[in-house]
């Protein structure tokens, strides 16, 4: 498996997207609270924008990361809004937490940031770390992005390429497709699987957005 790389922040703090709440986690905010869920893990959680909300709506946050420059920016937030979350540095392929500790998990961006074989361990993780019944929202990169399509990155194995700029500096990026998807969160119930493609000024990415649940014992 190859070594994990954290995002560079220092290159990316200034980038308001990742300040503010992506909107398709405001369902899930509203659907975890409704279906009685408190515990929630924002694995992967970057500057912390989701673990935020999620504390400011009630919720028993933890939010980990591999990169501290984040931590650090998150720690700061939460003091001021007086939010209690717990903040942790870590690796999402050894999660520092115990069998069933969570009612929903997020990995907005994160889980594909692994290789071919890494994404298994993770995933073994995530079903790991949730309650049977336990729900997630991940995102998984795709195969239709030009990012992978273009082969202007260098290639680690067949599905996987490392960055060369930004935060995203030598990160590993593993892609999909459906089928592969399929394969990845077959031990779990899937509630929703999208394939979304966001459009910027010169460019376009293409994600898979899975909602599963961790099966009733
Ligand atoms: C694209 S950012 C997304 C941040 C956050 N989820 C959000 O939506 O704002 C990806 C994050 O994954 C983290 N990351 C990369 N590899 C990791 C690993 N092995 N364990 C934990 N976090 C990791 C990076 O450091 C970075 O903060």
Known sequence: MIKSKEWDWERGIEEKWWSEP??????????WKDQGFKRFLDLGCG????????????????AMDLAEKGLEVLRQNSKTLHLNIGISLGDMNHLPYTAGTFD???AYHVISHTDSSGIKNIIGEI??????GGEFFIT???KE???????????????????????????PHF???????KEIISEFETLHLRHIQDI???????????????KDL
Do not use: M, Q
């Open 47 to 62: 500057l912390g924008r989701h673990a935020i909300l999620f504390a400011h709506n009630g919720f028993e946050v933890e």
């Open 140 to 142: 998984l990169c795709s």
């Open 127 to 132: 079903n790991r770390v949730l309650v049977h």
């Open 22 to 31: 992506s909107e398709d986690v405001y369902y899930y905010l509203h659907r």
């Open 175 to 181: 892609y999909c497709d459906l089928d592969t998807v």
């Open 104 to 106: 929903c998990l997020l």
């Open 145 to 171: 992005s030009p990012s992978y399509k273009s082969g202007k990155h260098p290639i680690i194995d067949e599905n996987t390429i490392l960055k060369t700029e930004g935060p995203e500096i030598e990160v």
């Open 200 to 214: 910027y000024e010169n460019t376009y990415s293409w994600h898979y957005f899975v909602h599963g649940k961790k």
